[in-house]
């Protein structure tokens, strides 16, 4: 479904992204974890559009998207819930919903999108007419993700969900997630919660400055020592 | 003398807060002050002028007063509106990643030479601007108020209200408050950010063009160099009433323009131009987030 095969992006000098290739298969949730400043997020603005790569290929359903702008590849099926939310903070939830259905003309089914979102998160529709800066940061994360659910993406990158949020709040977030996946959304996830991430994913790769240098399914990855010293903290 | 004051001073107030509109909604969108908003609005008066002269030529004048009025607004608000576009493509877009005294050195290098062309073009003397409207005047508790003020007032009134429809209940203001909040995520949700700021750009212009072309109704006379007071002293109004900020562009077009006639008025008419930016420098000392700033985003209407 996405593939990335050797993309190089530079921030200026620094070479940020040096060489990356991974596949997310359709409907399959995989994940990338690795630490700070490994370009785990540049990654997913690459796959965005939002930054330009250098060298390489980023293609969707076989399709090259390196080059495209953010909107088109919205329009493609891919949609962003990105690190630190990013709500319209004067915007309404309601209307922060409403913005992620924004290319949408189809105005029945993104009522019932709508109402998808609402029971998938509840509070959501509590609080549907208080402004987005308002919430929480639970509640602003199911916002985001409910912003990005309103486009009826095929494939959804989450960049860190789990980032600063009480651990209750952490399992209701992926459980709302394991629901989306059920309904056949791929997923890719970035994590540092490399526990939550190993927990939930089908395939998972370690980034270390600007490089994949590890991937397999969770259980090899738990297996193996680097990653247990690194990410797992044993 | 109180109440004259006041009238004039709203008249003056609804032409500043169309043009800091123009200002504010650029800055809330791109942080950037267009300097060249000024000339914008001045081309928008010469424009009516160049209008007035073909429909007179026409006999349109003669033959339909309201098709005639309308066509002096019109005209002026489109071709206003392409020029804002192409200022923004040619002069701003390059420079969207540059550090931000780039596009403001362009922004006043475009301001510089849209002067210049204009005074090249249309010559360097004063232009009146025929007199359309007759309307007569009326005493209102003492004061002096004719039918053209009341029609600037209800024409800038009905602008005002029709950016606020826009911004508040459409799916493309929608859009322009989102941008104006979060850029990148803005496009993360698919909106064509260039797009968003080019319509930015063009309803700025719009709302210059119908102040240039009611100043040059109101005042008679227009040359090349009016856009660069009325500019400054929108932006003023601008940043007095918080920059970013829709209805504080509203609240502090008027109330500069008050403080002015009062000023005028009261004090010494001399001295009103000298008067208006001092109220700038205090307010940029002593409030710089304006009046009902802390926030640059389009949407705290």
């Known amino acids: 479904m996405l593939e990335l095969e050797d993309v190089h992006f530079y921030y200026g000098r620094i070479h940020a992204l040096q060489g990356v290739s991974l596949k997310v298969p359709a409907g399959r949730v995989v994940c990338l974890i690795g630490s700070n400043g490994a370009g785990k997020s540049t990654t997913l603005m690459a796959v965005s559009g939002v930054h330009a790569i250098a060298r390489g290929a980023v293609r969707f359903e076989g399709r090259p998207i390196h080059g495209l702008p953010p909107d088109q590849i919205v329009r493609l099926g891919i949609s962003q819930v990105p690190e630190g939310r990013r709500i319209f903070p004067l915007l309404t939830v309601l209307e922060n919903l409403e913005m992620g259905a924004y290319l949408r003309r189809d105005a029945g089914e993104v009522e019932r999108d709508l109402d998808q979102v609402y029971s998938l998160f509840p509070v959501l529709h509590e609080r549907r007419r208080q402004r987005g800066g308002t919430l929480s940061g639970g509640e602003q994360q199911m916002l985001a993700i409910g912003r990005a659910l309103m486009a009826r993406p095929r494939l959804l990158l989450l960049d860190e969900p789990s980032l600063g949020l009480a651990p209750m709040l952490v399992e209701a977030i992926f459980g709302a997630l394991g629901r989306i996946r059920e309904q056949g959304t791929g997923i890719f996830l970035v994590e540092q919660n490399a526990h939550v991430a190993l927990g939930f994913a089908d395939w998972v790769y370690v980034m270390e400055t600007g490089r994949i240098v590890m991937d397999g399914p969770p259980e090899e990855l738990r297996r193996s020592p680097a990653v247990r010293e690194a990410y797992l903290g044993e | ?301």
Not at chain 2, 110 to 134: C, E, H, T, W
Not at chain 2, 201 to 215: D, E, P, R
Request: proline share 2%; aromatic share 10%; hydrophobic share 55%.
């Open chain 2, 1 to 301: 003398m109180l109440t004259q004051q006041l009238v004039n001073g709203i008249v003056v107030g609804s032409v500043y807060a169309l043009i800091a509109l123009g200002y504010t909604l650029v800055y809330g969108i791109l942080q950037l002050i267009n300097f060249a908003h000024g000339e914008i609005y001045m081309m928008g008066a010469y424009v009516g002028i160049a209008v007035l002269g073909v429909l007179a030529a026409m006999g349109l004048t003669q033959q339909s007063l309201a098709l005639s009025i309308l066509l002096v607004f019109l005209v002026p608000m489109v071709y206003c509106a392409a020029y804002g576009v192409t200022l923004e493509r040619v002069a701003y877009r390059p420079l969207r990643q540059a550090p931000r005294l780039s596009p403001l050195i362009s922004a006043i290098g475009m301001s510089i030479f849209l002067q210049n062309y204009v005074q090249v073009a249309q010559g360097a003397r004063d232009k009146a601007f025929p007199n359309l409207l007759s309307l007569g005047s009326f005493e209102v508790m003492g004061a002096h108020v004719s039918g053209l003020q009341v029609f600037i007032l209800a024409a800038a009134l009905a602008m005002m209200a029709g950016l606020q429809l826009f911004i508040h209940r459409t799916r493309l203001g929608r859009a322009m408050r989102a941008t104006a909040q979060d850029r990148t995520m803005a496009a993360l949700v698919g909106v064509d950010v260039n797009r968003v700021i080019a319509v930015t750009f063009a309803i700025g212009s719009v709302l210059a063009a119908v102040a240039g072309v009611m100043v040059g109704m109101y005042y008679g006379l227009v040359n090349h160099y009016i856009g660069f007071v009325a500019g400054i002293k929108a932006f003023t109004a601008a940043v007095l009433g918080g920059i970013g900020n829709v209805t504080g562009a509203l609240v502090g077009g008027f109330l500069l323009a008050l403080l002015e006639s009062f000023w005028a008025g009261y004090v010494s008419a001399v001295y009103k131009d000298v008067f208006a930016f001092l109220v700038l420098v205090v307010v940029l000392i002593f409030r710089p987030e304006g009046i009902l700033g802390g926030s640059t985003e389009v949407d705290r209407a």
